[in-house]
């Protein structure tokens, strides 16, 4: 299976389970591998025979935006499920991080892999 790769995307949201955390938006950073086939795309080299990786991009940074969860977790799964929703991607492997989450790391994580069948 071919992979569309989104790296480095850079949203601000609530995210976290103490006060400080949901008092502000934090940074959040958020990798995409999505899993679907590219060969028609390759065969026309035609923009509409390829995934919108800028609409892909804009739902998810919306969604982590909008929502306020309390664990990476939740919100890699958030986004697996909307990622999902388009019928070209058949598996999704999310990462979100949290920068400055605890002193002693510069980040915290979660990666996760989903697809229709999960």
Not at 77 to 105: C, F, M, N, T, Y
Request: glycine share 4%.
């Amino acid at each position: 299976m071919d992979q569309v790769i989104i790296k480095d995307l850079v949203s601000r949201g609530i995210i976290g389970i103490h006060d400080w955390e949901r008092a502000q938006e934090q940074e959040i950073l958020i990798n995409l591998v999505l899993f679907t086939d590219v060969s028609r795309a390759a065969a026309s080299d035609s923009i509409a025979d390829c995934l919108n990786y800028q609409t892909m991009a804009e739902r998810v940074l919306a969604h982590a935006e909008r929502v306020r969860r309390f664990t990476v977790e939740a919100l890699a799964v958030d986004i697996a499920r909307l990622i999902l929703e388009e019928p070209a991607v058949q598996r999704v492997r999310v990462r979100v991080e949290k920068p400055g989450a605890i002193p002693s790391a510069r980040l915290v994580g979660v990666e996760i892999e989903r697809g229709r069948d999960a």
